[in-house]
């Protein structure tokens, strides 16, 4: 099964990535600084409804970011931001309590701290709110690979596992994420 193929390959991976020694960084040579990789989680879709409405709680405010390919940035200093999708268009609550439509339908939102809560569960890095073509509502993490894999591995491996399952864990999530991504 594919399950079955993933595990081998995975397992493979480990084999390897124990076999083979590091690289060494010479004096002269210059060090590059690896960009860090984001990863994109879905986790929640929603048929967008006149009464589909979302509060995002931070204790810092709020970056708001619009989509890829526009430079439009603007901080909100409120503890708690409030959006909303009527007629398949998304709508964000300002401070004088009128909703102002969000010129793309979608919006990233930002904590300088990387927390943000959502229906009482917190996340790490930013909230995505998108409308699809089809009016539906996605709600989407994005956050750093290696933050993802260490929450994986916290919520999907049992604290009693030796070490190297948790590791072994931590490679397949790594493995999967990296392959979807």
Known sequence: ????????????????????????????????????????????????????????????????ESPVGTNNTAVYKDKE??????????????????????????????????????????YQGSLIFRVDEKGKVLVINKLPLEDYIYSVVRSESIPSWPLGMQKIQAIISRTYAVYQM
Not at 11 to 16: A, D, Q, R, T
Not at 29 to 53: F, M
Not at 83 to 91: E, I, M, P, T
């Open 1 to 64: 099964t594919n399950l079955s193929k993933f595990f081998v390959i995975s397992l493979l991976f480990l084999f390897c990535s124990l076999s083979t020694t590091p690289n060494t960084v010479q004096a002269d040579q210059d060090i590059a600084i690896p960009s860090v990789k984001k990863i994109r989680v879905l986790l929640e879709e929603h048929t967008a409804t006149n009464q589909t409405q979302f509060i995002v709680k931070s204790r810092h405010g709020f970056v708001l």
């Open 81 to 122: 931001l409030r959006l909303v999708c009527k007629n398949k268009n998304l709508f964000l609550k300002c401070h004088d309590g009128q909703y102002k439509r969000i010129k793309y339908n979608s919006i990233e939102v930002c904590d300088p701290h990387n927390k943000l809560t959502i229906g009482g569960t917190t």
